[in-house]
């Protein structure tokens, strides 16, 4: 019988270590917690060791295609796939960010759609029957959604789009903030909350995808949204401690064996939010 294996992108803290934490407890495989800093990487390990847990660490940074193609040998090799992935690694300016609205549109859409969608892509192929993979979106995408022209809306919102569609839309999106005039082209003024909503809508169009091409693997794969979560990317004012804000991604994760649903929807408090 082959070790399953669950792999966490980004979690060398934050919403991240505590979804190592929990599925180190849950998950019966090896766990790796994954960070583009080795160091950091191996402290989080370290302090969950302290704690009784045993996770593995693996170095990955998903903004360097060359780490993704890497890592994704790695565990091929080592466990002839994967069993879960949660795509938890992002970045996020803060509201009281200096950094001009231009470069923000360009490092938050680089990582947060550009760098997922190249861990879906080299990441999909090795993921096994029956299994499961959550990427970790954003409340702020649906709200961003609802603040998007009527035309952008209705793409992001259609059955029909596709991969290369959306791509094209987040680069429009990158491309329209560079000459200041993203507004002018039905996009809301948050970086963040453009790259959740593309995330968002990835995670629709990837699963509508496995279930053509693969309608017997019963793999299900979700966007979620942890909550409002302390941590160094909001503020001590939000409303949920990480452990916490673990909890929907990790019931996605661990979603048991048989299970149809929910599949390709986003996933707030364990529950499917409209979109």
Same mark, same amino acid.
């Given at each position: 019988?082959?070790?399953?294996?669950?792999?966490?992108?980004?979690?060398?803290?934050?919403?991240?270590?505590?979804?190592?934490?929990?599925?180190?407890?849950?998950?019966?495989?090896?766990?790796?917690?994954?960070?583009?800093?080795?160091?950091?990487?191996?402290?989080?390990?370290?302090?969950?060791?302290?704690?009784?847990?045993?996770?593995?660490?693996?170095?990955?940074?998903?903004?360097?295609?060359? #780490?993704? !193609?890497? $890592?994704?040998?790695?565990? %091929? +090799?080592?466990?002839?796939?994967?069993?879960? *992935?949660?795509?938890?690694?992002?970045?996020?300016?803060?509201?009281?960010?200096?950094?001009?609205?231009?470069?923000?549109?360009?490092?938050?859409?680089?990582?947060?759609?550009?760098?997922?969608?190249?861990?879906?892509?080299?990441?999909?192929?090795?993921?096994?029957?029956?299994?499961?993979?959550?990427?970790?979106?954003?409340?702020?995408?649906?709200?961003?959604?609802?603040?998007?022209?009527?035309?952008?809306?209705?793409?992001?919102?259609?059955?029909?789009?596709?991969?290369?569609?959306?791509?094209?839309?987040?680069?429009?999106?990158?491309?329209?903030?560079?000459?200041?005039?993203?507004?002018?082209?039905?996009?809301?003024?948050?970086?963040?909350?453009?790259?959740?909503?593309?995330?968002?809508?990835? #995670?629709? !169009?990837? $699963?509508?995808?496995?279930? %053509? +091409?693969?309608?017997?693997?019963?793999?299900? *794969?979700?966007?979620?949204?942890?909550?409002?979560?302390?941590?160094?990317?909001?503020?001590?004012?939000?409303?949920?401690?990480?452990?916490?804000?673990?909890?929907?991604?990790?019931?996605?994760?661990?979603?048991?064996?048989?299970?149809?649903?929910?599949?390709?929807?986003?996933?707030?408090?364990?529950?499917?939010?409209?979109?």
């Amino acid at each position: 019988m082959s070790v399953k294996v669950a792999v966490v992108t980004g979690s060398n803290k934050g919403i991240g270590l505590a979804i190592v934490r929990a599925l180190c407890k849950k998950f019966k495989g090896d766990v790796y917690l994954m960070s583009r800093d080795v160091g950091r990487g191996e402290e989080a390990v370290k302090s969950l060791s302290s704690e009784g847990l045993n996770p593995k660490f693996h170095q990955l940074d998903i903004n360097d295609v060359n #780490s993704i !193609i890497a $890592a994704a040998a790695f565990f %091929k +090799e080592k466990y002839g796939g994967v069993d879960v *992935l949660v795509n938890n690694a992002g970045v996020f300016c803060k509201v009281a960010d200096t950094t001009p609205f231009a470069t923000q549109a360009e490092v938050t859409l680089k990582t947060n759609f550009f760098g997922t969608r190249d861990m879906l892509t080299h990441f999909l192929p090795l993921i096994k029957a029956g299994g499961r993979v959550v990427n970790v979106s954003s409340f702020v995408g649906s709200r961003t959604l609802n603040n998007c022209s009527p035309d952008l809306q209705q793409r992001f919102r259609s059955e029909d789009i596709t991969e290369d569609e959306l791509a094209g839309l987040m680069q429009r999106f990158v491309d329209t903030a560079q000459k200041g005039k993203h507004k002018d082209d039905g996009w809301p003024e948050t970086a963040y909350g453009v790259s959740k909503t593309g995330l968002t809508t990835l #995670s629709m !169009i990837r $699963a509508r995808r496995l279930s %053509k +091409e693969r309608p017997n693997d019963g793999i299900l *794969l979700n966007a979620c949204c942890p909550g409002w979560v302390r941590t160094d990317m909001t503020s001590d004012k939000a409303t949920k401690s990480p452990d916490e804000g673990a909890i929907t991604p990790v019931y996605l994760a661990l979603l048991p064996a048989g299970a149809t649903e929910p599949h390709g929807k986003f996933v707030s408090d364990k529950q499917v939010k409209p979109w």
